[in-house]
């Protein structure tokens, strides 16, 4: 009979779940509140200063295109040299202090500016360093200790919607925003600094071996698992298939989110039912983390990537013309549910394709390639609804968009890439 392996060496609970507690967070304030829940605020921008649609979404659009790549890419770098609790330290701060100062703005380039600086706070605090963090602490249980992790993203969608419209009712738009950016600041500070460890050996040789146990469970060891570089790795073919599925799954699901208010809106709804759609939607993404996080470590997850990605581009179809309540609620479940795979699959697939050395920049370049779909494709959206004032055909290029991301992702190759000196020695 075989006896079950404690999560560390004395027998105590393993560290790294503290550390899926300090990533939840994160991801429930910078992903969850912030990408979720300030489109939520895009109504206020137009009918108090004016803005037009497109550019309610041009702020983060320019944000990642000008600062968001080029950091990106030194946020993959300096998590893999100096940690991701530095760099996560450096995020926050970035998140909270430009919302403060968003209470004050008055002009739209102060807003774009705010913007640059909300970005270089997502990409530093956001998905790269908490999915590395995650990798490096997990191995045998990666897919589910992800799947809670992303739960923090998925319940700070759910409660940034209803909470964001009752604050800005209550306080204004703009105090509103500053009580989130303070909010931030005293959470999120405090974790960084007394929970978030970067590796297992910043707690010591116990943790360490406690991780090496984890990774003998599945009859694997560190020595053996993939440990392609980033040059290897980017002349292959699983990289840019994993890269172009997600940009256009993921932008699908940016431009969802950024003009599903303004749309509930345009079809007759109040703003509050709007918020309660959006809700809905993300509540429904709940479940889809927690059992995709199982579902990633008993089966391939590139065909689990496929199958939600499948759905997340036809349910948008459901938009199209002046849909019905049913529509809408199956549209907010199927989508919410199948979004549950988006962000959490594709650190797991990357690092089962190329191992954890240098996953920090292959994140950070993967997550970079997808964030320009995630805020062009919500610009682009806005680009046709200001030119025609529907939303149809912009619902429909998304749609398509999505079903090809699918299709991308399933032509990953199942076999994991190999560096030169593991070719070698098969050889």
């Keep these: 009979m075989t006896s079950r392996v404690p999560d560390d060496s004395a027998g105590r609970l393993y560290y790294g779940w503290w550390i899926v507690v300090a990533a939840f967070l994160n991801l429930f304030f910078v992903v969850g509140i912030i990408f979720y829940g300030f489109p939520v605020f895009y109504p206020y921008f137009v009918e108090s200063l004016g803005f037009t649609r497109a550019e309610v979404t041009q702020g983060f659009f320019l944000g990642f295109l000008f600062a968001g790549l080029p950091f990106g890419i030194l946020a993959g770098t300096l998590i893999d040299r100096i940690g991701a609790r530095l760099v996560i330290l450096v995020g926050v701060g970035l998140v909270g202090i430009p919302l403060l100062l968003m209470g004050w703005m008055n002009r739209f380039w102060q807003f774009e500016i705010l913007c640059i600086a909300e970005v270089l706070g997502y990409v530093l605090a956001g998905p790269i360093p908490n999915q590395v963090l995650i990798s490096r602490w997990f191995s045998r249980r990666r897919g589910r200790a992800m799947g809670y992790a992303y739960l923090g993203l998925g319940l700070g969608g759910v409660v940034a919607p209803l909470l964001i419209n009752y604050l800005a009712h209550s306080l204004g738009?703009?105090?509103?925003?500053?009580?989130?950016?303070?909010?931030?600041?005293?959470?999120?500070?405090?974790?960084?600094?007394?929970?978030?460890?970067?590796?297992?050996?910043?707690?010591?040789?116990?943790?360490?071996?406690?991780?090496?146990?984890?990774?003998?469970?599945?009859?694997?060891?560190?020595?053996?698992?993939?440990?392609?570089?980033?040059?290897?790795?980017?002349?292959s073919r699983s990289f840019w298939l994993i890269l172009g599925g997600s940009t256009l799954a993921i932008g699908t699901i940016g431009a969802v989110i950024q003009h599903f208010i303004l749309f509930i809106?345009?079809?007759?709804?109040?703003?509050?039912?709007?918020?309660?759609?959006?809700?809905?939607?993300?509540?429904?993404?709940?479940?889809?983390?927690?059992?995709?996080?199982?579902?990633?470590?008993?089966?391939?997850?590139?065909?689990?990537?496929?199958?939600?990605?499948?759905?997340?581009?036809?349910?948008?179809?459901?938009?199209?013309?002046?849909?019905?309540?049913?529509?809408?609620?199956?549209?907010?479940?199927?989508?919410?549910?199948?979004?549950?795979?988006?962000?959490?699959?594709?650190?797991?697939?990357?690092?089962?394709?190329?191992?954890?050395?240098?996953?920090?920049?292959?994140?950070?370049?993967?997550?970079?390639?997808?964030?320009?779909?995630?805020?062009?494709?919500?610009?682009?959206?806005?680009?046709?609804?200001?030119?025609?004032?529907?939303?149809?055909?912009?619902?429909?290029?998304?749609?398509?968009?999505?079903?090809?991301?699918?299709?991308?992702?399933?032509?990953?190759?199942?076999?994991?890439?190999?560096?030169?000196?593991?070719?070698?020695?098969?050889?």
């Design 173 to 235: 738009w703009r105090h509103a925003l500053q009580l989130l950016g303070a909010v931030i600041l005293f959470v999120l500070f405090p974790v960084a600094v007394w929970v978030t460890r970067s590796c297992p050996e910043e707690l010591g040789d116990d943790c360490e071996r406690a991780v090496k146990s984890e990774l003998a469970l599945k009859n694997i060891s560190v020595e053996n698992s993939p440990s392609v570089r980033v040059a290897e790795a980017v002349r």
């Design 265 to 427: 809106k345009d079809v007759g709804y109040s703003a509050t039912t709007a918020a309660r759609f959006s809700t809905i939607l993300l509540a429904s993404s709940l479940g889809g983390r927690v059992i995709v996080g199982y579902l990633a470590d008993r089966f391939r997850r590139t065909h689990i990537m496929t199958f939600f990605y499948f759905l997340i581009g036809a349910s948008v179809f459901l938009l199209v013309g002046s849909p019905s309540p049913a529509a809408l609620w199956s549209f907010a479940v199927i989508f919410g549910f199948s979004m549950g795979a988006d962000y959490m699959l594709i650190p797991l697939v990357t690092a089962e394709c190329f191992g954890t050395v240098a996953l920090g920049k292959l994140l950070a370049l993967i997550i970079m390639g997808y964030s320009i779909g995630q805020w062009a494709a919500p610009w682009i959206v806005g680009r046709i609804f200001d030119a025609r004032h529907s939303y149809d055909l912009g619902w429909e290029i998304i749609a398509i968009a999505g079903i090809l991301g699918a299709a991308t992702i399933y032509a990953v190759p199942s076999r994991p890439v190999e560096s030169p000196s593991e070719r070698t020695v098969r050889a």
